[in-house]
């Protein structure tokens, strides 16, 4: 999940190949980027990075970003796969000149294999679910037919209840 199945634009690569060095550590790339319902300039690009040092990263997404430390929220999330509970943090970051967002979420290293494998769950989804989820994207990118909160709704259904998982435990902080 180092690289995208959707490409991105040179300057995008060019953003996430200057943060991974300047962090030192690999970005892992999950969501719509992974599947067939990525909308370019529309979705946001979710990455994960798994450190031993959360603070320090943070600190260094800080400079590099231009952001306050209280952009970043700690979230407490449920794994479904095994009722663990994984603490992490998240930021989600806009770069209006390049026209992209990316929601990235930070973990310990310990909790890499188990937030993976829940990712990996949400990245090969049944072709019915895929289509749906472009359908969806569409009416709501394109052509704006509903609010953003019935949206996350049901992409969260899709991602869950639809192709047989249990709704997601959640909380930011």
Known sequence: METTKNKLPEKIQQFFKELS????TKLLFYGSVQRNDYFPGSSDIDVDIFT???DAIIVKMQHFLH????????????LNHNNQIVNGHKIMYKNKEENFSVEFSIYNEKWKTEVLKEHIKKTNVPSY?????????????????????????????????????????????
């Open 21 to 24: 060095n300047y962090l030192d």
């Open 52 to 54: 031993d040092n959360e």
């Open 67 to 78: 952001v306050k430390k209280d952009s970043f929220k700690k979230v407490v999330w449920r």
């Open 129 to 173: 679910a895929s289509w749906c989820l472009v359908f969806l994207k569409f009416l709501y990118y394109n052509l704006r037919l509903m609010d953003h909160k019935t949206f996350r709704f049901l992409k969260n259904k899709l991602l869950t209840t639809c192709i047989g998982y249990p709704d997601d435990e959640f909380i930011v902080l």
